[in-house]
């Protein structure tokens, strides 16, 4: 079965910092990876994906992705983090098992970025 | 990016009713829309999965006869909770995936829905 792991609940970072937030898959076959933001009360926003080539993808808001292919890993990147950009961070890969349907997320990372 | 409609972003009904949830994609045609129901604090729990002019499928332990789905048209999916109850009282979101072979999913605003 497709999954998802984002290890942390919560990453904290100073305004102007680098930031990463981690994502680790578990798939058969190649995946279709993304990164989605959701704020307070909100649906959620995509902010970029992977499906074949480059293993850096850039996305929305200065955000980019690294896709490992050999440590599973889909880490979420940003060189400054800005106090906007707290929020709550979904992983999540399209299921090969339906015929790439389904989206499966991670438990989600909270950003919280301090003046 | 594309757009998707979720209506009414805030609902307020009385145990028993039913209510009705509006998903639209504004921009594209969308053969399958997802339903999902987010807890406080936790992830997304796919609900459904409905195509455009078939039934939908249903996830393990969700109720269909409690949560209808109509995917009547490209652009249109509806989620009505039927005899609601306290414990349906959620944030509700809909995501519709462009075209056929479109790889990206797209949310809506989503919609929280309060049974009193």
């Known amino acids: 079965a497709q999954s998802v792991a984002q290890p942390e609940d919560q990453v904290n970072v100073a305004e102007g910092n680098p930031l990463t937030v981690k994502c680790t898959y578990s798939v058969s076959g190649n995946p279709y990876l993304f990164w989605y933001v959701q704020y307070p009360n909100r649906g959620l926003q995509f902010l970029l994906k992977y499906i074949t080539g480059d293993n850096l993808v850039k996305g929305s808001y200065g955000f980019e992705a690294e896709f490992n292919k050999s440590q599973t890993s889909f880490h979420l990147k940003k060189p400054s983090a800005l106090v906007s950009d707290s929020a709550l961070y979904f992983c999540a890969v399209r299921d090969r098992n339906t015929g790439f349907q389904k989206l499966v997320f991670g438990t989600g990372t909270r950003l919280l970025v301090s003046p | 990016g594309a757009v998707v409609s979720q209506h009414p972003s805030r609902v307020i009904c009385k145990s028993g009713t039913s209510v009705k949830i509006e998903c639209r994609s504004l921009d594209f045609q969308a053969t399958t829309m997802f339903w999902y129901r987010q807890f406080p604090k936790q992830s997304l729990m796919l609900m459904a999965t409905?195509?455009?002019?078939?039934?939908?499928?249903?996830e393990q332990g969700v109720e269909k006869d409690k949560f209808l789905i109509n995917h009547a048209s490209l652009t249109l999916s509806t989620l009505t909770v039927t005899s609601a109850h306290p414990e349906d009282s959620s944030f509700y979101i809909c995501?519709?995936?462009?075209?056929?072979?479109?790889?990206?999913?797209?949310f809506g605003e989503g919609s929280w829905l309060t049974v009193v």
């Open positions: 409905s195509n455009e002019g078939s039934k939908a499928t249903y």
């Open positions: 995501s519709a995936r462009m075209g056929i072979t479109g790889n990206t999913i797209y």
